[in-house]
């Protein structure tokens, strides 16, 4: 018998590891395919809202859809505002690079033959120009897979209100109640997860664009709307989406007020630990938490298959698979093993 559990294991793993190769060779349709169904579960309640109020279910999806694609829009818009003010600003910056790298070779004693052959200008130059070629090819490829999780997104919706009646109908009334109550627990919960994620995110990217607004730092809007997205990663995200206003903050105010790459760098931590340690596990309660061990695994796992989307999406997905094994009785051991463990330990304390 353990021999038989042995091997269905490992086949289990192996199972995985084909599934997430696949997953990885056609990471073109699978990726868009899972931002949509993840935006189905914000999206949906709206649809289901409308359809309630009598409004044509191909309308519903209509509105919702044109929601979505103004959002889009803005963003296209703001995106490609931030680049082109960025770009121009450049040539600023790498001035002050210049002055940063011959007063640290002065100061550090280093052959003035080195201070003489390097410029930032003829070094930084032609990688902006490069980047900004980059930046248009990849406008290209999100439009086109824009285009794609709209298409997944009109399909799931379309099917998501009458989705209890199918089920009615297809299973005995027993059978149909008990898995219509745990498939309405799991949505319901999967998006209360989003939508709580999304508005932290949001408040998280608002108070560092207050934030580097008093303190002038030159693009605050850019930075926060940075720190809104990569706010998806946990830990690892918010450290990332600090360092460039930071140093930005030191290009900037070099070398006259040193003071404020040091408040900015303080005031950004005070907020990342302020939100992600004590706001969000408040808000999104233990029973979200997920343990460090599996946001790093996740964090691996879907980065290696998909880079930087990957990365963005493995919490929301680990999130959701820990949500499904809660309701679903069998499963339950796995989502108890994938939480934080803070509640369980603080209620044995207390016992």
């Known amino acids: 018998m353990k021999k038989s559990n042995l091997i269905i294991g490992l086949l289990g793993v192996l199972v995985v590891f084909i599934v997430a190769a696949a997953f990885k060779v056609a990471h073109n349709v699978v990726i868009p395919l899972m931002i949509a169904w993840l935006m189905s579960y914000i999206c949906g309640p709206a649809v289901t809202f409308l359809v309630q109020k009598k409004v044509p279910l191909g309308v519903s999806v209509f509105l919702v859809l044109l929601l979505v694609l103004f959002i889009c829009y803005l963003s296209g818009l703001f995106l490609g505002g931030r680049i082109g003010a960025i770009l121009e600003k450049s040539p600023e910056y790498i ?100 939508s709580v994620k999304v508005a932290i995110s949001a408040a998280t990217g608002t108070l560092v664009w207050l934030v580097l607004t008093l303190l002038h730092v030159d693009f605050a809007l850019t930075w926060g709307a940075l720190t809104f997205i990569l706010n998806f990663i946990p830990n690892i995200g918010s450290i990332i989406a ?71 999406l493995s919490v929301p997905i680990a999130a959701s698979i820990k949500i499904v094994c809660e309701n679903i009785e069998p499963l339950r051991p796995i989502s108890i093993l994938m939480g934080s463990g803070q509640g369980l330990a603080k209620a044995t304390h207390g016992g």
């Not at 052959?111 to 248009?136: C, H, I, N, T």
């Not at 998501?160 to 009646?165: L, S």
């Not at 299973?171 to 989003?194: M, V």
């Open 242 to 312: 600090s360092i460039p206003p930071i140093l930005l903050a030191l290009v900037q105010y070099y070398p006259d007020k040193l003071w404020v790459p040091i408040l900015t760098a303080v005031l950004l931590l005070v907020i990342q630990m302020l939100m992600g340690n004590m706001i969000e596990p408040k808000v999104m309660g233990e029973s979200l938490n997920l343990s460090p061990v599996i946001i790093l695994l996740s964090l691996v796992f879907f980065g290696w298959m998909w880079g930087i989307v990957g990365a963005l």
């Open 95 to 194: 001035e002050k690079l210049n002055l940063i790298y011959h007063d640290a070779i002065t100061k550090l004693h280093l052959p003035e033959e080195r201070m003489a052959e390097f410029d930032w200008m003829k070094q930084v130059g032609p990688k902006v120009a490069k980047l900004s070629v980059s930046a248009a090819g990849f406008m290209g490829k999100f439009l086109g897979k824009l285009i794609l999780v709209l298409i997944f997104l009109v399909f799931m919706l379309l099917g998501k209100p009458y989705f209890k009646y199918k089920v009615a109908a297809a299973f005995p009334k027993d059978r149909a109640d008990r898995f219509t109550r745990i498939t309405t627990s799991i949505s319901l919960q999967i998006g209360r997860y989003l």
